[in-house]
């Protein structure tokens, strides 16, 4: 599953536009038109990264990066417009990693967008490729690898053990884990995925019972392990 990018930008066009082009650079994207919607998906889908209006109706652009980084290190790549210089160095301070002005060229942003992303996914990152502990996820190819032998995922458990390992020590609600899973909110059916996390430690886990990637955070879901932190080339 490739990167997913919110986009929270109240002028329809500029949305569409960039969505446009976002698609076409290989990302999946989500859209909001307003500060407390875009705060409100950011903590339901968990984006990889958020391209950010400053300037947005209702909660402005600033409030939401700074709701954001209250409980996220979310890249955050603010568009401000070219008179708002005092609002980019303070957006920079509230920990934007980049900014763009308008009007931009939607190339320009999605090259900003692979920028930044491979910035801080580190410089062992390879597009496509998630290297943790022992495990190699190609994200394109659907191939998994633990120790260099290939273990076979249905495309659930497949795109499951990608949402979790993208965010390593992470908490995902059920209902988080769902919704990405779906690409659609959805509701009452929370205790599936118990058994979506079933089958993928059975395949996954040298011991299920005692599994040592996907672990559980009792009363709220699942996460992948924080230990092992990524491990460059072997
Ligand atoms: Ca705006």
């Known amino acids: 599953m490739n990167e997913l990018i919110l986009l929270i930008e109240d002028e329809a066009k500029i949305a569409k536009l960039a969505r446009d082009y976002l698609e076409k650079g290989g990302y999946r994207t989500l859209t909001a038109a307003d500060g407390l919607t875009g705060l409100a998906a950011f ?7 958020v391209v950010l209006d400053l ?3 209702g909660m402005d652009g600033l409030d ?31 920990g934007a990693d980049d900014y763009i002005t308008k009007p931009f060229s939607p190339r320009e ?22 290297r943790l502990a022992d495990l190699e996820i190609d994200t394109e190819g659907h191939r998994l690898l633990r120790a260099g032998e290939e273990i076979a995922l249905s495309r659930l458990e497949f795109n499951l053990l990608t949402i979790l390992a993208r965010h390593p020590g992470q908490t995902f609600t059920r209902a988080q884990l769902l919704d990405r899973l779906h690409g659609v909110a959805s509701v009452g059916y929370d205790r599936s995925i118990d058994a979506h ?30 230990e092992n932190q990524p491990q460059g080339e072997k």
């Open 64 to 94: 939401v990066s700074r709701a954001m980084r209250r409980e996220s290190a979310v890249p955050i790549i603010m568009l401000t417009a070219r008179a708002e210089e005092t609002d980019r160095l303070i957006g920079l301070e509230l």
């Open 197 to 226: 996390i079933k089958n993928l430690r059975r395949k996954l886990e040298p011991n299920p019972a005692d599994p040592r990637y996907v672990l559980t955070v009792y009363g709220i879901g699942y996460k992948f392990t924080d």
């Open 109 to 130: 942003l999605v090259l900003r967008v692979k920028a930044v992303l491979r910035r801080v996914q580190g410089d062992n990152y390879t597009p496509g490729l998630i």
């Open 43 to 49: 903590r339901r889908e968990r984006p990889d990264l």
């Open 55 to 57: 300037n947005l109706p």
